[in-house]
DNA sequence: TAATTTTATAGTCTAAATTTATAATAATGA
DNA sequence: TCATTATTATAAATTTAGACTATAAAATTA
């Protein structure tokens, strides 16, 4: 049993066909037959059934799989310390960020980043935080950028800043004139949401929910960019709730609609996370590093509560 | 790099030395020479400093070897889990046994395992306690049988049985006459002890001590087994303590000289102990059904107090 | 300094991994 | 249904990697 073995079965288990496992492992398709023929031989069990198609993971193929994923994940761990040893940070880092932190976020930091690590060859991906938590599982990121806490096992989170929630308040809403705005003065019922799958329409509506049991999603208007929010916001459809980062970009004249909350405001957590294994940790602290550098000269509240992103 | 290469590279930080870790290995020296410097080419780290006599590990070196025995480790797991599908128990298992267990516990099990898994090749090693720890950790044993609790981060413990400790009290001794003994009757100056390195004397000095804070250890008399403790204690040098099991090998005669605990008795706690990767868990398992099966019809004690195994 | 121990290197052999070419098989679509 | 396509398996050839024997080099010990 070798380590190339165990890295053919894992990505002939991930693209279900030897074909295109070949092409991603750099080699031909016969090699992996042969090479994944000589594992089951080896170990004497059926791992692939190549009955299905497409093909299927037998039921010790699985457990096999899942395995392979960890000693191929320990076995990298070795080149992380090596690295590690010789001060050296870089290769490729696939990073994942959420859509409500991608935009206002990515810019203030990634220039930053490439200037002082210019070897780490950053992938960045828009994915919500569901697809984040499956790709980071699975080992296609090493990292994500995402609103916490997750209560997920598998994953770690170290928190970059806290980004508090800014009440957005068009023209003669029932609201404008207040200075302050308090969560007691929200109704979910005119507010305007992301649509499914944001985890900050979560904590928005986490958010409503606390005063508020009972919560009645017949019509809610809903939009997948927190830019349309505010357009639509303007059309007199309702209020709507930004992060504060995304403030900093409304334009001014529109800067009289915002509210912030009193105090202590409510805010999402924002963190890093990674797998448990702590791959590449190198870069990850980096990353943490450069950020949360960045974020203490934007972002200076201190007392506020946090709102979970996760739907309940 | 290869899991081989992974595997020479521990048996040389094992022996320090390349030429008895290739025969340990099966292969000659040059195979390790080459191999090893295959692996410090491709990490372009080196990894043993041959300038040292014996053979050092460098800095990076150590951090290699600890995670190539990570991953090693969970390579071999892949073993356990074709094992687990075929409802396969076998091949080799290293197990320790501490010596004041290994002599009344062994022979109740023994025949009856090997019967009921004669495919399981049981090596068997009567070690100490701290012997056995190091041992599990750097994977030289697969379990051991040892008292418990131990407070050890890498090592997992399931408990097998308690232990009662029975007073053995000979003719002429100051509590000959007591039917049951309490903890407070006894006396770590008149009490005969296993000499150092015995987790049992820690036990009967743990047990002595909750009575009396101050122990002189000026003189004692001490001695290497049980069955010399009793014999010392017939010669009149004093009360001892022994193990509930020890006492079913106490020659008729003698039986009168037992005097049993008031309860709740004090007792140790015997467990299989193993390292926290769980490598051939379903050995484990075997070994834990069958030892806990017999000893069900050897101790049915229920109310006792645990007393601790370890050193003060 | 000679003898011994230990590691490194050179050359050779063998087995293993990979490739190209092609066959076999299953799925798809006219 | 039958050709077309996609996909996996097999065969033969090539390259690469792993291991061996023999021996040199270096360090240690007597």
């Known amino acids: 049993m070798t380590i190339t073995q165990l890295k053919y079965a894992l990505s002939i288990a991930e693209h279900k066909n030897f074909t295109k496992a070949a092409e991603k492992c750099f080699v031909t398709q016969p090699t992996l037959s042969t090479q994944i023929q000589k594992l089951e031989d080896e170990l004497d069990v059926v791992i692939f059934d190549r009955g299905k198609k497409p093909i299927e993971l037998t039921e010790v193929g699985r457990k096999i799989v899942f395995q392979a994923r960890n000693i191929v994940n320990e076995a990298e761990r070795i080149q992380d310390i090596v690295d ?10 696939r990073l994942g960020i959420i859509p409500t932190v991608m935009p206002t976020l990515l ?28 790709r980071i599982s699975d080992g296609h990121l090493d990292a994500a950028i995402a609103a916490t806490p997750l209560e997920s096992d598998n994953i ?15 023209n003669n809403h029932r609201l404008r004139d207040k200075k302050t705005i308090e969560v007691s003065d929200l109704d979910i019922d005119d507010m305007l949401l992301l649509e499914d799958g944001h985890c ?8 409503c929910k606390s005063f508020k049991d009972q919560i009645d999603d017949s019509f809610q208007l809903e939009s997948g960019s927190i830019e349309t929010l505010i357009k639509l916001s303007n059309e ?5 709730l930004l992060p504060y980062l995304h403030t900093l970009d409304v334009k001014e004249k529109l800067n009289p609609n915002l509210r912030h909350f009193k105090e202590p405001s409510p805010a999402r957590e924002v963190s890093i996370i990674y797998h448990k294994s702590e791959l590449k940790m190198q870069i990850i602290d980096a990353l943490h590093n450069v950020i949360s550098g960045i974020i203490r000269g ?9 709102i979970s992103p996760l739907p309940k």
Chains 1, 2 share one sequence.
């Open 236 to 240: 007199g459809l309702g209020m709507t």
């Open 156 to 170: 770690k989170e170290r928190v970059l800043y806290y980004e508090p929630f800014v009440a957005y308040v068009p």
């Open 107 to 134: 810019p203030m930091f990634l220039q930053n980043f490439i200037k002082k690590y210019p070897k780490v060859k950053l992938k960045i991906e828009e994915l919500t935080t569901e697809e984040i938590l499956t």
């Open 84 to 93: 590690q040893q010789k001060g050296f940070i870089g290769g490729e880092f």
């Open 298 to 306: 934007a972002i200076a509240f201190q007392n506020v509560e946090i």
């Open 200 to 207: 900050f329409r979560d904590g928005v509506i986490n958010l």
